[in-house]
């Protein structure tokens, strides 16, 4: 009897201590996973936007005529409001010396000429073409029309009144663009048909670029120079005359066009569109040039 108590007794001590492990704590490693899914939703940071590929950095090349260096400038700062993403690169040269550069393979987006020649050598549409195809056709424009000028250094030493001056005794030297650059053609034309234009060599120097010819005059180091009102305009310089319709064959027109070398052909339309929004014009005419029609 008294083995049977005992046994019943251990066998109570047994079940009592059973059930006090049941109540135990939970493990360590079940706490330490659940704490670390706790810290993974609490620090995970917040999903970001990626940008989208239409505003992925694009460099736009563009080959304009030196007599636009002051405007092109200005709608450069322009266009950083309208396409942020869009960095303009522009090479500013004589109309003559940009074709060159393309026809040799030079990189190049849009190009806007001075004078209908040289995008008519590069526009394979064109009648007057001599054999190279670089316009990305549907894309040219006329886009400016500019006057053909004579200006004077302050002061006006000589005392030129005109363009029948630059023959007489008035002018012992006058500053012309060479005959590759647009001002330069146009001024031949003026003189050819004033008929004195052979009589004028010996006082002639000739720019390689509109601007150097109105930093000569500028500077006094000519009696007088022909160059475009925009340029007369930037550069400070008085006009005495500007030249006839009659003396000039054809109208001063700059002509824009995209290149079918371009490797950014939507970022080029877009940013010749722009230059003939009401927002360019006024920058435009601002200094003298006109919108063609």
């Keep these: 009897m008294k083995k049977t108590i005992a046994l019943l007794l251990a066998l109570a001590m047994m079940l009592c201590m059973f059930a006090g492990c049941s109540d135990s704590k939970v493990p360590e490693d079940t706490q330490a996973n659940t704490q670390d899914t706790t810290n993974t939703q609490d620090t995970t940071p917040a999903t970001e936007e990626t940008p989208s590929e239409s505003e ?16 092109l400038t200005e709608i450069a700062e322009l266009y950083k409001t309208v396409a942020p993403n869009v960095t303009l690169v522009y090479n500013f040269d004589s109309s003559g010396t940009l074709k060159t550069q393309i026809e040799e393979g030079a990189a190049c987006d849009v190009f806007i000429s001075a ?20 316009v990305l056709q549907g894309t040219r424009v006329n886009l400016l029309e500019n006057k053909v000028v004579l200006v004077v250094p302050e002061g006006n030493p000589a005392g030129v009144e005109s363009f029948e001056d630059v023959p007489t005794d008035k002018v012992s030297m006058i500053a012309l663009g060479n005959s590759d650059v647009p001002v330069g053609q146009y001024s031949e034309e003026i003189f050819t048909n004033m008929g004195v234009w052979e009589s004028l060599q010996n006082k002639i120097t000739f720019g390689s670029n509109v601007k150097e010819v109105t930093t000569w005059v500028s500077e006094g180091a000519v009696d007088c120079g022909v160059v475009y009102g925009t340029d007369a305009y930037s550069a400070g310089l008085e006009i005495i005359a500007t030249a006839p319709d009659e003396l000039l064959n054809n109208r001063v027109i700059y002509p824009a066009a995209v290149l079918n070398t371009t490797k950014h052909e939507a970022e080029a339309k877009a940013f010749l569109d722009f230059l003939q929004s009401a927002e360019c014009s006024a920058v435009f005419e601002k200094v003298g040039f006109a919108i063609a029609k």
């Design 115 to 134: 004078a209908q020649k040289q995008m008519n050598q590069l526009d394979a549409a064109n009648d007057t073409n001599v054999g190279l195809d670089f």
């Design 56 to 71: 992925e950095s694009v460099e736009l090349v563009v080959f304009a005529a030196a007599s636009m260096t002051e405007t």
